[in-house]
Each structure stands twice: as structure tokens, then as C-alpha cells.
């Protein structure tokens, strides 16, 4: 207080003038102007030094401290299996949510196994259903990466895969069919839960384009499970997670609506003589109906054929022979059956039950039937397992071939292969039929020793030479 600073400049020289105001003391000064720039300049380079070095030390903090840790960036870890199993979500399919259960033990990476035949990649998303073509030319794949994707089977043991990839537009299907021709591809939606089908054009060269996208109608309100074309073209099988089952026409036109009253629909399939719907739920049995049509191919009407009855507890799932007169069921009761159905059911007659065995059932489970009937694969957890339904015992056991539960399980209708999905893991995996083809020996050479003919016993022992050829072709492979 009581004082004043100012600043003079003339020419070379610049003056600092402190003037005191106090009455009794009035003090000037002048310093060289030189020796002043001088100190000006050193106390600029030191106050510029330290700003600089302020803002070092303020970048160096916010990349230390501020940015995000490498952790966070990483997607978070994948919860333990038996976490995973207690999820469902939109994305899995109905047929294939109520398999999400505990998963016993740490699934291990995907190894090549000594019988596989493939390693088809490409989907993106869960895979959730697979079906072949009736004539063993062709593999369909459904996932929620929202495509369709057919596969050649002549590339299978080729090092490249070709596929024509389907886009499933603003939707993603729960299950795939083909049609007879291999011309089309039956889907069920999941938002849309209704059927689209997707007409398919082939090239040369193995791939191909989609054209002429057909939705039908909706026409139940519970949520579609599955969607399938009958082996002889003439009606569509549609069922539902309630107690529903819907037939139609090619042409989207409802013929039949039924009602299982089996509280809840697990699995529905079509026999591959275009005959009989097969379903299982809630219920122990597994009901029959056969889809009646004229000569002419006109629709007459569904009528209730026989139940397979045997099992303690819910059936998961069933699965046809080539022929229509076998069939094989898998249970929630830990067991396995398989039936001989060729009856005359409208006598009244039951189908017979021909073996009943146990399988490692850890949760909801999957079966298939070998195109002859002689081997049965059950898919449970993460695992397959092959069985011969001449005495129910185990084959042999492909265990921990996916990291996800498996969600699809096909044969191949030529006998050579059977393929499976294994969800969430995005693979689908082919493997070639050796337990078939050791089957197919031991039973041509029983047949042989009971021939009443050389003609047929001169077939058998072509048969049995084709399944040793086969079964060094895989060995070879194997080496």
C-alpha cells in the first residue's frame, strides 16, 4: 500500500521507476536497461521451462492413470459352464433352450478327433439346427448370425468348404428343412415364428444365389419349435412349444391343426416315408398321427396311428430309419428304446419294443438313427455317443467334441457320415460313420450264413467288401 510501479522506455534504454507516495520518502531509480532485458529473459526461459514440464507431468498422468486398463477392454470372461447352462436367451431356439443345464466339468478346445471327416466354419452365431438333404448331396445350417448356409457334402473331405450362404433378412432361423429337390430351404423364424422359404438356384462351381423369399402366415400364436418339409413334397410339419402341431400345403394354406395333449411339445419329426408325425413332450409316450392323401395326392385328413409307450418320464427326442419301420427314442428316465414299427396299427396293433438300454444322460439329450437301423448316436452335453441297437451296447464314445451343448444331431441318408452342432461354439462337425460300417459287416455276414440264394448272397458279400473299403478309406485318412 502506498506505493506505485511503472515502466518507462526510450530508445535503447528502459527504466523501472518505483515512486513511493509517502510524503517523506520519494526514491526514483534507474538500472541499466541491458542488465534488466537480461533478467527478463532468464526469468521468461526458466517460467516456460516449468509450464512445460507441468504439462508433462499432467500427459504422462492422464495415460497412466486416466486411460482404460487393459482388462476393461477385454470382453468379459466366460462364466463357468454351469453358469452358461442356467441361461436362456432369444437366441437359442425352443427345441434346443430347454437343453441349457448344468454342464458337468471344464469343456475342452475343439481337437481333431480321429473320426472326423470335416470342420465346417463360417457361421457366426449359435448354431441351432442341421438337416441333409434326402439325397446325401447337401448339408443345411441354421444360426443366429441371421443365415442359412448349404453345404457340399463332395467337399467334405476336401481341405475348402463351399457353401451358398441364405440371408435370413431382420430375422434368424430356429430350424432348417430341404426340400426333396434340394431347391429349397424351409425355415422356422424366430421373431417372426412362422415359415420362410428360400428358393435356392446352384452354379457349377458349387455355389449358388437365393431367390424368391416366401414367408406364410402366422398362424399360432406360442412360439414354433421346428419346421419341416415331408420327404414325398406334399405338406409341411410346423410344431409348436404348447401342445400344437400345424400341417399345410406348399402353398402356405393351413390343411390340419392338432393338439398332442402331451402338456408340452419337445420334438416333432416326419417319418421319411412322408406317412407319419411323430411327436414327444411333456408325456412318457411318443404319439403318431398319419397325414392321409388320395391317390391323386388330394389331402383327406390326420388321424391318430400309435403310441410308443415304454419310457418312465418325458421322451427328449426320436428319430426314424430309412425305411420308416424302425425308430429310436431317448428319455429324460436315462434310458434309450428301439422299436419296430412296422404293425398294422389300424388293427390295433402296438409297435414292438425291441431293446431298451442306458445312456450317459447328463440332461436333455438328442438321437439319430443310422439310415439301416444298426447303430443309434445320442448326443448329451458335449458329448456323442454311438451305440448298436442289435444289443444296445456303446460303440464308441466321441467325448467333449464341442465347447457348447450340442444342439444338432443328423445322419446322413447314404449312411457315410452323421454331422453335429455344437451351439455357441459356431461348429459344425462331420463325422464319418465307423461304427456303421463294422455294424453293417457283422450283420452281412450273419445274412450270409442264412441265404437261401447265391444271388443274394453274392450281394451281401458286396456289401461287406464296399464296408471294409470304407473303413480302410477312413484309416488311411486317420494315418
Known sequence: PGWHVASRVSGRTAGLIVEFR????????QEDSLTLVKMVDEGVFWVLLALGAVGVAFVIHFIIFRRPKEEDKQPPARESSASNAEITHKNVTSKNAKRIQAVKGKAKGLEKHPLQA??????????????????GK??????????????????????????????????????????????????ATDDGNQVRVFKISRKKDGTGTCSDVVDFLKEHSAPIISAAVAPTGRFILTCYSDTTFIIWNLKGEVLAREDTKQVKNHFACISPCGRFVACTGFTPDVKLWE????????FEGVTRAMDLKGHKAAVYCCAFSKDSMRAATVSKDGTWKFWNQDVQYKLKQD??????????????????LSPDGLVAAIASNLSISIHYTSDGSLATKLDNVHTDLITGLVWDPLGRFFASAGGNDKHVRVWHNDSGYRAQIDDSKKKILTAKSQALKERLMQQVKEAEQALDAIAVQDS
Not at 118 to 135: I, P, R, Y
Not at 166 to 175: F, G, I, M, Y
Open 291 to 298: 397325414v392321409i392323401f388320395s391317390k391323386a395326392g388330394d
Open 118 to 135: 470335416a470342420d465346417l466354419k463360417g457361421h457366426t452365431g449359435t448354431v441351432l439346427d442341421l438337416e441333409f438333404s434326402l439325397d
Open 22 to 29: 509517502d510524503p517523506q520518502i520519494v526514491a526514483t531509480f
Open 138 to 187: 447337401y448339408l443345411a445350417s441354421c444360426s443366429t448370425d441371421r443365415t442359412v448356409r448349404v453345404w457340399n457334402v463332395k467337399d467334405f473331405l476336401d481341405r475348402d468348404h463351399k457353401y451358398i450362404r441364405v440371408n435370413v433378412d431382420l430375422d434368424h432361423a430356429k430350424s432348417v428343412s430341404m426340400s426333396p429337390d434340394s431347391r429349397a430351404v424351409v425355415t
Open 351 to 368: 409297435p414292438h419294443l425291441l431293446l431298451s438300454a442306458e445312456y450317459d444322460n447328463s440332461g436333455q439329450a438328442l438321437i439319430a
